[in-house]
């Protein structure tokens, strides 16, 4: 399967998700650790979308996520930096994703630049995830 950047635009808008999770971990310096992810779940039926995106990506891994759901995910900063976000500036995404995305670069960014080892990181970050995923941008 041969996929073209605009169909994962829209592949991405629909089914894809960035996510930062912060969690509690008191064998890191700052006591938290900073885990963003990019991921994009089909029923096992299509999981050759998803082996696809792995594929043209040249990142990730192809896992069961909950039942017969399966999970083509990014954890790698290295990844993320390299292949995710280089490609979603390029092709922008069309829907209110496109939010999401601009968030979990900027964390991905102050990563880089190692904030996420700072209390002060720590807590800009979990200001900007906090405010990712929203189904209502009021709140």
Not at 14 to 31: A, L, P, Q, R
Request: net charge positive; glycine share 6%; aromatic share 10%.
């Amino acid at each position: 399967m041969i996929l073209e950047s605009q169909w994962i635009v829209g592949f991405v808008d629909g089914e894809g998700c960035f996510h930062v999770s912060i969690n509690i971990h008191k064998e890191m310096t700052i006591g938290y650790q900073v885990l963003p992810e990019f991921t994009v779940v089909q029923h096992k039926r299509d999981v050759q979308v998803l082996y696809a995106l792995k594929e043209y990506f040249g990142c990730g891994v192809v896992r069961t996520n909950h039942g017969d759901r399966m999970c083509y995910r990014v954890r790698s900063i290295d990844n993320l930096l390299k292949n995710i976000i280089p490609f979603f500036v390029k092709h922008t995404l069309k829907t209110k994703k496109n939010v999401d995305f601009a968030k979990f670069r900027q964390i991905l960014l102050m990563m880089q630049d190692n904030k996420h080892l700072t209390s002060e990181g720590i807590e800009e970050i979990r200001a900007i995830a906090n405010q990712m995923n929203r189904k209502n941008t009021s709140r």
